[in-house]
């Protein structure tokens, strides 16, 4: 028999009893389009939070301290090995120290970073007012709003161009040598920027300015990859170097590790829903089988072998799995889509972020429709199977 | 192509028996029957003597106990079960008394079914399904479905279907048995042309002695045994080339 004919045979048969067809099909449809659903539904939902985690530039980057070791300390020979580590493209040394910030005697408690403009131009921080400070060397500093409204600055704005008393402890470990005493340093920077982040008062100034004040240790540095691939053999690289490090891929992996479980979840629930629809599937088969049993008879008596009456009842079986995994499919995706586009809208009118609630990856759409053609012959194995065991003469006997 | 001399049809100690429950019942017993080219058999015998078993034997449709049946000199037995189906539809056609449908095709989709079976294209399944159609004059019945006609009307699409392949054999499994008299003879005198005319070999299976006249060889049976066999006249001197392509252009 040819495959046009075996096709355009089985279609006879399913539009023959349209509602029973329209039924089982629809069956299909609703549980491949609900477990497509809640899979775009995870895939969306991770791509939100990773999106908010991380851009691609923050992926490439480590961040290394060097934890509570009394081994190890950041300091110009360490970061020079980080550097001749292959794969790394540039390193940026950064000090944090405890402080205190005066304004005309209003005074609060806070950190202060030591950043060079490299580092600082790589973090790209939120600045709302002022600029970012010019050189390495200028005594300038930019304060995030919170400590601006801490140092009773009504409008933050109004502190740029101002003088800012910093007093600073420096703990042993970031003095040249191991065991000096702490000591507290003062100096008077000029406010450039207000940092638009943060909840806790603190400020950014020129590392080398730090560095003039006897800070010779770096609290911290970050290193940025060449490429997000290379960063976990950096990472491994420096961690047998004996500091510790952290990247914000960990966190991204995961993230993503989470929403697998998640997207599993999700999906164990449309499982359900296939398993439901498989059993409507199988009945719909049977029962096509049991009527067909006196024409299963007569086309075997005309000459009809096993293979081509199993292939009838399988592509019967194909047909409605695929018309339904389709239709379930697009059904989702469009519900997906529209969703989308009114969240969208919604978050444009209220002036937030756009984002995707529902994604459909190339990979869902695939792996639905060969589930829908799995389901297919899951299904009609039996059944097929059956009618091309019926003994001809047997079958012209049925009632 | 098998020598005219060579028996188109040869059951040879034919033997079947079934099981009902643990005990064998014999239905078929030692039976021995050729026929040759050309030929009208018609096989008589009370319900029940295993008739129809005989036929179904011959078509490849029920496995013998023992004993061999030959089409053309080829043993159908040796074969697997697609294999007879593949050999069924090449070289026979068969009529059984209800004609049995593919409901969801309509008329001339039906009659070309062995057609499709065997693989032919779309469009000459339909040409040659429609000559035959023609021939029997069912051209205007063509888009009907077949339950929609008159129990004679189907017996003799039945017979369409049967022929469209151009089988060289054509069993009848009581063809005659649910027409009234007037029908049954019409079929009669279609299966009598084929064999003349058309040069078919012909095997027909029946209880009622009136077709004993059609036939040209009669065979009588009784309690799953050949009581007699009688030649009616000498089968035709026919050659396989004097054989009507029924499914040949007829316009």
């Known amino acids: ?399 | 192509m098998a020598k005219l001399n060579t028996p188109t049809l040869e059951v040879k100690n034919l033997k079947k028996s079934f099981l009902v429950g643990k005990e064998a019942i014999p239905v078929l017993k030692e039976l021995n029957l050729k026929v040759g080219f050309g030929e009208f058999v018609v096989i008589l015998g009370p319900s029940g003597c295993g008739k129809s078993t005989l036929l179904n034997t011959i078509l490849g449709l029920e496995q013998p106990t023992e004993g061999q049946v030959l089409v053309r000199g080829k043993d159908i037995y040796t074969m697997d079960e697609d294999g007879r189906a593949t050999f069924r539809r090449q070289k026979f056609g068969v009529v059984y008394q209800q004609p049995n449908w593919v409901r969801s095709l309509n008329v001339i989709e039906n009659v070309a079914f062995p057609l499709n079976i065997a693989g032919v294209s779309h469009g000459e399944a339909m040409k040659r399904a429609r000559n035959i159609l023609y021939l029997f004059k069912f051209d205007n019945y063509a888009k009907y479905y077949p339950m929609e006609l008159s129990g004679g009307q189907q017996q003799k699409l039945s017979m369409c279907r049967a022929l469209v392949s151009n089988p060289w054999i054509i069993m009848a499994d009581e063809p005659t048995g649910n027409l009234d008299t007037v029908t049954a003879e019409d079929l009669m005198y279609d299966l009598k042309v084929l064999n003349s005319e058309s040069k078919r070999t012909i095997v027909m299976v029946t209880h009622n002695p009136a077709y004993e006249r059609y036939a040209t060889k009669l065979v009588y049976m009784e309690d799953g045994k050949i009581k007699r066999i009688m030649q009616r006249e000498k089968p035709m001197e026919v050659k396989q080339e004097d054989v009507v392509d029924l499914t040949e252009e007829v316009f």
């Open chain 1, 1 to 399: 028999m040819k495959l046009g004919f075996i096709i355009k045979l089985s279609l006879r048969n399913l539009t023959r009893y349209k509602l029973r067809t329209f039924l089982t099909a629809g069956g299909v449809a609703i549980s491949i389009g609900f477990i497509s659903f809640l899979t775009a539904l995870g895939y969306g939902l991770q791509q939100i939070s990773t999106n908010q985690i991380a851009n691609m530039q923050a992926l490439q980057m480590l961040t290394i301290d060097a934890g509570n070791s009394k081994i190890v300390s950041i300091n110009n020979d360490s970061l020079s090995k980080f550097s001749n580590i292959l794969g790394v493209e540039k390193v940026y040394p950064m000090i944090s120290v405890a402080g205190s910030l005066s304004l005309q005697g209003s005074k609060v408690d806070g950190i202060v970073y030591g950043k060079s403009t490299d580092a600082l131009s790589i973090e790209n921080p939120k600045i709302s007012f002022g600029k970012k400070y010019s050189s390495d060397k200028s005594k300038e500093v930019i304060v995030n709003t919170s400590a601006a409204k801490k140092l009773g600055a009504a409008n933050p704005q109004g502190l740029v161009g101002r003088e800012l008393d910093l007093s600073m402890v420096l703990r042993p470990e970031l003095l040249l040598n191991n065991g000096q005493p702490a000591k507290t340093v003062q100096a008077t920077y000029r406010v450039v920027g207000i940092l638009n982040e943060g909840n806790s008062p603190y400020v950014y100034v020129p590392l080398d300015n730090l560095k003039d004040l006897g800070v010779q240790n770096f609290s911290s540095a970050q290193v940025k990859a060449t490429s997000k691939d290379n960063v976990d053999k950096i990472k491994v690289l420096i961690e047998h170097m004996g500091f510790k490090v952290s990247t914000v891929k960990d966190t991204v992996d995961q993230v993503n590790q989470f929403f697998s479980v998640f997207r599993a979840v999700l999906m164990g629930f449309g499982f359900i829903a296939v398993a439901v629809s498989c059993i409507g599937m199988f009945n719909t088969l049977t029962i096509s089988l049991i009527e067909k049993t006196r024409e299963i008879g007569i086309m075997k008596s005309l000459g009809t072998t096993k293979k081509d009456v199993r292939r009838i009842f399988i592509s019967e079986a194909l047909l409605i799995g695929m018309v339904g995994g389709i239709t379930g499919l697009i059904a989702s995706y469009l519900l997906g889509e529209a969703l989308n586009a009114s969240v969208y809208a919604l978050a444009k009118s209220s002036g937030n972020n756009p984002v995707q609630i529902f994604v459909f990856p190339p990979m869902l759409i695939i792996v639905a429709l060969l589930l829908s053609i799995l389901i297919s012959f899951l299904t009609g194995a039996y059944p097929s199977r059956r009618a091309s065991r019926i003994s001809a003469l047997n079958a012209l006997r049925y009632e």
